[in-house]
């Protein structure tokens, strides 16, 4: 998963009008892996494993919130959206930002597969869908704003690496305390994330077939985590 964060390397090999084709049918279908995550993996799992609907629903909730509050005091949401008018600065708030997040991930998908790993495969595939278009983002943002390319690689990485970290301590911290509350916080990022940050940017456009594209490539992404949970029970 950390390694993910080098992705942005394959943006060097495309022009700019064929990554931009490209960005918005992979953002909806990050969008709906994301959510098909949650609502067909994710939240199924932790009443299954004993959680009460009412503390799944809570927990839920706390990850929501959570990444609210984290995008509303960073800012690095509108980096995603406007790299133009990105300034150095906020780049550094993106790298801690999407440091924080990857934690909090790594933390959330761990928990997952402590719990079982053929669920954690489902969760570390949503995460995974949402992680390519994301950091294609970051990396531009950060090229944009004034950083080297091999920079820019570089400290995508490592905030990318924090996801193991994450990963670790829920590792750590299972021998001592329950970790099923992590499955629904997970849930509750993974649906801010695709429902705040990733269908905004594809359910408005001007043009009939574009929308239809990124609806399809929406609609692909939920029947992708369905038909996993079909296949792995």
Same mark, same amino acid.
């Given at each position: 998963?950390?390694?993910?964060?080098?992705? /942005?390397?394959?943006?060097?090999?495309?022009? %700019?009008?064929?990554?931009?084709? &490209?960005?918005? %049918?992979?953002?909806?279908?990050?969008?709906?892996? @994301?959510? /098909?995550?949650?609502?067909?993996?994710? @939240?199924?799992?932790?009443?299954?494993?004993?959680?009460?609907?009412?503390? !799944?629903?809570?927990?839920?909730?706390? #990850?929501?919130?959570?990444?609210?509050?984290?995008?509303?005091?960073?800012?690095?949401?509108?980096?995603?959206?406007?790299?133009?008018?990105?300034?150095?600065?906020? *780049?550094?708030?993106? @790298?801690? /930002?999407?440091?924080?997040?990857?934690?909090?991930?790594?933390? /959330?998908?761990? #928990? =997952?597969?402590?719990?079982?790993?053929?669920?954690? =495969?489902?969760?570390?595939?949503?995460?995974?869908?949402?992680? =390519?278009?994301?950091?294609?983002?970051?990396? #531009?943002?950060? =090229?944009?704003?004034?950083?080297?390319?091999?920079?820019?690689?570089?400290?995508?990485?490592?905030?990318?690496?924090?996801?193991?970290?994450?990963?670790?301590?829920?590792? !750590? !911290?299972?021998? *001592? &305390?329950?970790?099923?509350?992590?499955?629904?916080?997970?849930?509750?990022?993974?649906?801010?994330?695709?429902?705040?940050?990733?269908?905004?940017?594809?359910?408005?456009?001007?043009?009939?077939?574009?929308?239809?594209?990124?609806?399809?490539?929406?609609?692909?992404?939920? !029947?992708?985590?369905?038909?996993?949970?079909?296949?792995?029970?």
């Amino acid at each position: 998963m950390s390694l993910v964060a080098l992705v /942005g390397s394959a943006t060097l090999l495309l022009r %700019p009008e064929t990554l931009e084709r &490209i960005l918005k %049918p992979l953002v909806a279908f990050a969008a709906g892996s @994301l959510l /098909g995550g949650a609502f067909f993996h994710m @939240l199924p799992a932790a009443t299954e494993e004993g959680l009460s609907t009412a503390d !799944a629903s809570l927990w839920m909730m706390v #990850g929501f919130t959570l990444f609210l509050a984290l995008e509303q005091f960073l800012h690095w949401h509108h980096c995603h959206r406007a790299t133009a008018e990105c300034k150095k600065p906020l *780049t550094y708030l993106i @790298l801690l /930002g999407d440091g924080l997040h990857n934690f909090l991930g790594g933390l /959330g998908v761990a #928990g =997952v597969f402590l719990l079982d790993v053929q669920l954690g =495969v489902g969760a570390w595939l949503a995460a995974a869908a949402h992680e =390519v278009p994301q950091e294609l983002g970051d990396f #531009g943002v950060l =090229v944009h704003g004034g950083w080297k390319k091999g920079q820019a690689l570089l400290f995508n990485l490592l905030s990318g690496l924090t996801f193991l970290v994450g990963s670790l301590v829920a590792y !750590a !911290a299972s021998a *001592t &305390i329950d970790v099923e509350a992590l499955v629904p916080f997970a849930a509750g990022n993974f649906i801010y994330i695709g429902a705040s940050d990733l269908v905004p940017e594809v359910n408005k456009h001007h043009s009939v077939s574009v929308n239809l594209a990124n609806f399809c490539s929406f609609a692909a992404g939920l !029947a992708l985590l369905w038909a996993i949970r079909l296949v792995l029970g």
